[in-house]
């Protein structure tokens, strides 16, 4: 299983980005989904995690109202569409499929880097 995250940039307060990550290998209808960032000289924290039916989503405090996981099963691939971004939303932003609670490993994607300027 190989995940491929993307959508990363620079952008200005305010603005607003959508992340994408594909998935390839096995369907995403089998993990978990999540989002998980870590920006420089801190640890990773999680964002956002989406469920097998796309009726659960979770998000950490600081992405909720602002931030939206979403999954596209016939895609398999995964989003965070992120609102109003702030300059300590600046980070590697780093996809997660988890399926260890069907059997499955945990696998992450390479990261894509957020950039936030004032």
């Known amino acids: 299983v190989q995940l491929q995250a993307s959508g990363g940039g620079l952008v200005q307060a305010g603005d607003s980005l959508k992340l994408s990550c594909v998935v390839s290998?096995?369907?995403?209808?089998?993990?978990?989904m999540a989002w998980f960032r870590q920006a420089p000289g801190k640890e990773q924290e999680f964002v956002a995690a989406?469920?097998?039916?796309?009726?659960?989503?979770y998000y950490a405090d600081f992405a909720k109202g602002r931030f939206t996981i979403s999954r596209d099963n016939a895609k398999n691939t995964v989003y965070l569409q992120m609102n109003s971004l702030k300059p300590e939303d600046a980070a590697v932003y780093y996809c997660?499929?988890?399926?260890?609670?069907?059997?499955?490993?945990?696998?992450w994607g390479q990261g894509t880097h957020v950039t936030v300027s004032s």
């Open positions: 997660n499929a988890d399926g260890r609670s069907r059997g499955y490993n945990n696998y």
């Open positions: 290998g096995r369907p995403i209808s089998s993990y978990l």
């Open positions: 989406v469920t097998w039916t796309t009726s659960s989503q």
